[in-house]
C-alpha cells in the first residue's frame, strides 16, 4: 500500500530492536534457534548472524524511505557483512559457526539479502553457495548442513533462492517435489524430515504454516529497487521509488525484525 503509518506508530520499539541487532547481530552468542532441533543451541551460528545483519540494514532502508538519516545502521550493516565473509570462510561454502572451516551450512537467510534488495552481499556469495548446493543435494532434499541429513522444505527454498544458477535452482525444487510424491510418510507434509531416506523424523513438526515459505520464489523478484541507504530519497522524483520499497519491505521487514529479536533473545 505504500502507507508508513505502522513504522511511524511503533517507531520507538523498532529502534530498540535494530539498537540490539546493531550491538548483536555479527556475534550472537549462543542461543536457541529452530535450527536447533537438529544441532542444538549452537555458538555464533553463521546462518542465524546473517538474519541480523540484513535486518539491520533493512531497517535502515525503512528509515531512507521516511526521509530518516539511516546511515550509522547501514553502515554497520555493511560492515558487518564484509566482517561476516572472512568469519565464515570454510573450505566449501561458508562455515555453520565461525572458525570451524570444516563445517558448511546452506545459510538459506542470505535469502533474504535478495528479496529485500538489500544488496549487503556480492554476487562471488551467492555464486559459492550455488558450488557448494549443486555439490550436496540428495534424492528428497538439501541437508541444511555438514553436520546433518536432515532438511526443511521452506529453508531448502529459501535456498533455491540464494542461487543464481538455474539448474542448480531447479534440482532442488525437483527434490523437493519427489519427496512430495514419493517421500515414506503419510502425514501432511513435514516441516523437517531425512533428506536421503524421505522420512520425518522429529514427531509433530507437519501440516505447519512454515512450510509456506515453499512459495518464497514467487516474492523474491517482486519490485525491482535496489537499496542505497540514501537518507534523500523521501521526495521528489524519488517518492514512487521509495514508495516501491515500502510495498517490498515494509511487511516483510516487520515480520524479520521480529523474528530474528525474538530467536536472539530466546523467546520464540
Known sequence: ???????????????????????????????????????????????????????????????????????????????????????????????ANYGDSGSWSICYNLFADKWLKTGLFPESVFQKMGSLYASNINKYGLPLGSRTTLTSPHWMIFAAGVTSDITTRNLIISAAQDYIQNGKDDMPWPSIYDSIGGNATVAGVYNRPAVGGVYALLVKDLGTTVSTGDSNSGGGSNGSNSRMILQSTNLTVIYILSFILSTLLCLA
Open 1 to 95: 500500500t505504500g502507507n508508513a503509518a505502522i513504522v511511524s506508530e511503533n517507531a520507538d520499539l523498532y529502534k530498540t530492536w535494530a539498537d540490539y541487532l546493531k550491538a548483536n547481530a555479527l556475534i550472537p552468542g549462543t542461543q536457541s534457534t529452530t535450527d536447533g532441533i537438529m544441532s542444538g543451541a549452537p555458538s555464533n551460528d553463521t546462518n542465524l548472524a546473517l538474519k541480523g545483519i540484513i535486518a539491520l540494514k533493512a531497517y535502515a532502508d525503512i528509515l531512507s524511505t521516511l526521509g530518516q538519516d539511516g546511515s550509522t545502521y547501514s553502515d554497520t550493516a555493511k560492515s558487518y557483512a564484509s566482517q561476516w565473509q572472512s568469519m565464515a570462510e570454510a573450505n566449501a561454502g561458508f562455515a
